[in-house]
């Protein structure tokens, strides 16, 4: 029986490691790699709460949650495959135009 | 446009110690025992029942949105022509 709070925290670290990833990396698929991390740590808080509260719409939820989260990464693939065959370079921070 | 490591450091330790003060200030009141017995409540059949009863407009909605991702995604991943 673990106690709520260390899931807590758990997912407060995984999205506090998600936001620096996001913050500090300039390649594109990283910086995916790390919202989804985001994304889980909210699942895993949906998970907890749905567990501790005796009730299943927590977990409804979050499988809603992970198939949205998969609908997202496959387009994010896509737009920086688009990206990548246009300018040569998944750098973001060196994409400075929306201009095809 | 340079990136600042430890700016961004401190931004989520600052992130992070709100975070967790929020989450250990707070008295949630939830059971505090699950129920030790797994085999008389099956979690699957449950949330089969919840997701075809109460949440089946978002279930389709979802299937949609699943359904325009994946052509927009075989869309941009294609390519302009050259087939």
């Given at each position: 029986?673990?106690?709520l709070?260390f899931?807590?925290?758990?997912?407060?670290?995984?999205?506090s490691i998600?936001?620096?990833?996001?913050?500090?990396?300039?390649?594109?698929i990283r910086?995916?790699?790390?919202?989804?991390l985001?994304?889980?740590?909210?699942?895993?808080?949906?998970v907890?709460?749905?567990?501790?509260?005796?009730t299943?719409n927590?977990?409804?939820?979050?499988?809603?949650?992970?198939a949205?989260a998969?609908?997202?990464?496959?387009?994010?693939?896509?737009?920086l495959?688009a990206?990548?065959?246009?300018?040569?370079k998944i750098?973001l921070?060196?994409l400075?135009?929306?201009?095809? | 446009m340079r990136?600042?490591?430890?700016l961004?450091?401190?931004v989520?330790l600052?992130?992070?110690?709100?975070?967790?003060?929020g989450?250990f200030g707070?008295?949630?009141?939830t059971?505090?025992?699950?129920p030790?017995?797994p085999?008389d409540q099956s979690n699957i059949?449950?949330?089969?029942?919840?997701?075809?009863?109460?949440?089946?407009?978002?279930?389709?909605v979802?299937?949609i949105v699943l359904?325009?991702?994946?052509?927009?995604?075989?869309y941009?991943?294609?390519?302009e022509?050259n087939r």
């Amino acid at each position: 029986m673990i106690p709520l709070i260390f899931y807590l925290g758990l997912a407060a670290l995984l999205f506090s490691i998600g936001l620096y990833g996001v913050m500090t990396h300039k390649n594109g698929i990283r910086m995916i790699m790390c919202i989804e991390l985001m994304l889980n740590s909210a699942n895993l808080n949906l998970v907890a709460f749905s567990s501790y509260t005796d009730t299943l719409n927590g977990q409804v939820f979050a499988v809603f949650s992970i198939a949205l989260a998969a609908a997202e990464a496959a387009v994010g693939f896509a737009i920086l495959m688009a990206i990548y065959r246009m300018h040569d370079k998944i750098n973001l921070n060196e994409l400075k135009s929306l201009r095809w | 446009m340079r990136i600042n490591r430890p700016l961004a450091f401190l931004v989520v330790l600052l992130f992070t110690a709100i975070v967790v003060i929020g989450a250990f200030g707070t008295s949630w009141n939830t059971v505090s025992e699950l129920p030790q017995s797994p085999a008389d409540q099956s979690n699957i059949e449950g949330i089969g029942m919840l997701i075809f009863t109460q949440y089946v407009a978002p279930f389709e909605v979802l299937s949609i949105v699943l359904l325009a991702s994946l052509i927009g995604a075989i869309y941009l991943a294609k390519g302009e022509g050259n087939r």
